[in-house]
Nanobody, 124 residues
Framework: QVQLVESGGGLVQAGGSLSVSCAASGRSNYNYAMAWFRQAPGQEREFVAAINWNGRNTDYLDSVKGRFTISRDNAKKTVYLQMNSLKPDDTAVYYC?????????????????WGQGTQVTVSS
C-alpha cells in the first residue's frame, strides 16, 4: 500500500504563486512516475502535469505550460508542483498520483494510488 500526502495548498490572488508537495510512503521503490491532477467543483478530474521516474521527462496540460513546473526529489520521496502566474481558473482540489511504471502518463486510469487532495483557491 502506498500513501500519498499532499500539502501546501491555500488561497492566493491572481498572478501569485503557490507550491504544493506530495510525500510518498509505504512502497519499497519510490522511483515511479508521478502526476498531479485537479478537480474543480462540478467538473471532471483533469490532468495537470506528470514526471517520469528520474525527472528527465515531464508533460503538462496546455493551459499550464510555462506557468507550472513539476519536479521530484527521490531521496525525499516527494514530488512538487510550483505554480506561478495563477489564474482563477486554476482553482481546484489538486491531487497527486502514483503509477507503477517508470514512464509518465496523462490519464487518471493509469495511476493506482492517489492522495487526499489539497485545495488551491485563486481569487480575482
Amino acid at each position: 500500500q502506498v500513501q500519498l500526502v499532499e500539502s501546501g495548498g491555500g488561497l492566493v490572488q491572481a498572478g501569485g504563486s503557490l507550491s504544493v508537495s506530495c510525500a510518498a510512503s509505504g512502497r519499497s521503490n519510490y522511483n515511479y512516475a508521478m502526476a498531479w491532477f485537479r478537480q474543480a467543483p462540478g467538473q471532471e478530474r483533469e490532468f495537470v502535469a506528470a514526471i517520469n521516474w528520474n525527472g528527465r521527462n515531464t508533460d503538462y496540460l496546455d493551459s499550464v505550460k510555462g506557468r507550472f513546473t513539476i519536479s521530484r526529489d527521490n531521496a525525499k520521496k516527494t514530488v512538487y508542483l510550483q505554480m506561478n502566474s495563477l489564474k482563477p481558473d486554476d482553482t481546484a482540489v489538486y491531487y497527486c498520483a502514483s503509477r507503477p511504471y517508470y514512464s509518465l502518463g496523462s490519464r487518471s486510469g493509469e495511476y493506482d494510488y492517489w492522495g487526499q487532495g489539497t485545495q488551491v483557491t485563486v481569487s480575482s
